[in-house]
């Protein structure tokens, strides 16, 4: 119970100082560490959404760059098509582009979920080594169709000029999109949490440890896997719309292998299977990027002798080892 207790307050630590520091960062004058924490809550979302798969389900995928690239082409393109005042298809159906989050958040989690709904149902039907490379390929035919589809950019991406609109916020404020963020990222691990104590979690759980047992009470853990993924990869598609907006801007490598590679890592260095390892992996990843970045260009080895350390060392990531060694699953 006492490290249960020291994982709780470490959460609430973080939440609060995600909370005040855009509030610090106003007070001393320096808004770009407001578009840094942005950032943290955005690859933090996308991490929850590996997490749920990889750290609740057990499934090791290594393409999960495809739904955050298809959520940041949904955003994308509705975003351009309003912008430009042509429609995205005429027929048999008039659907046009637009510039409200709420809708760009909604086509992106469709996208995403459909995308991760084929790929799922292929690749899980496979496991281990076979698994991670099979997702990987799908991430990668997706990545090589959006840099040989000239309309959206190709290989150059394609701009989002003005930031989308949501309802009472102006978002071109750095402070206001930091917050919308924030609230989707608390959303997120709140949806985590609770699929993960639900009945379904435990079914997920049992599907990772033993799917012989788990089909002799008549649940099918292929459906269980499943539907995570699908959850999994609507998550993180969410965040790649956030992430769109932020850099107003979409292109290919945001379905590159790397991409996936740094949405795995930061689920690492902060817990797999933690509720806030994700946003604890984010805050590690940019604190890295911006102090090491600004000295090399080679700031990922520095990153990479600390992720080595976490593997060798902190099973558990960073919140496992201020936390302690309590199960957490």
């Not at 997120?188 to 979690?201: P, V």
């Amino acid at each position: 119970m006492a490290s249960l207790s020291r994982e709780t307050l470490l959460n609430i630590f973080l939440t609060i100082g995600m909370l005040a520091l855009p509030f610090v960062a106003t007070a001393i004058d320096e808004p770009f560490y407001i578009t840094l924490a942005t950032r943290v809550a955005i690859l933090g979302l996308a991490g929850v959404g590996l997490n749920l798969a990889l750290g609740t389900g057990g499934l090791v995928s290594f393409g999960h760059a495809a739904f955050f690239g298809l959520g940041g082409y949904a955003a994308g393109i509705l975003a351009s098509h309003a912008l430009n005042y042509t429609p995205i298809m005429e027929s048999p159906f008039l659907i046009e582009g637009t510039n409200q989050m709420l809708i760009i958040w909604l086509v992106a989690i469709i996208v995403s979920g459909i995308g991760a709904y084929l790929i799922g149902l292929l690749s899980l039907r496979t496991s281990g080594v076979y698994f991670i490379m099979i997702t990987l390929a799908f991430a990668q035919m997706i990545y090589y169709f959006a840099i040989s589809w000239p309309a959206y950019g190709g290989e150059d991406g394609l701009s989002i000029y003005v930031r989308n609109a949501f309802p009472g916020v102006n978002t071109l404020d750095p402070q206001g999109f930091y917050f919308i963020c924030f609230a989707l990222l608390m959303a997120g691990i709140w949806l985590s949490a609770t699929l993960k104590n639900s009945r379904f979690g435990a079914a997920l759980q049992s599907a990772r440890q033993n799917e012989e047992r788990l089909s002799a009470v008549g649940v099918k853990p292929f459906n269980i896997k499943l539907t995570a993924f699908v959850i999994s990869g609507m998550m993180t598609g969410l965040a790649g719309a956030l992430f769109a907006d932020l850099n107003r801007f979409v292109s290919p490598s945001m379905l590159s292998w790397h991409m996936s590679g740094e949405i795995m890592i930061l689920v690492i260095l902060g817990g797999v299977g933690r509720l806030y390892g994700p946003l604890a992996g984010a805050i590690i990843y940019i604190i890295f990027e911006f102090i090491f970045g600004g000295m090399t260009e080679h700031w990922q080895f520095f990153l990479g002798l600390v992720l080595l350390g976490v593997v060798l060392f902190a099973r558990g990531g960073v919140i496992g080892l201020i936390a302690g060694r309590a199960r957490h699953d």
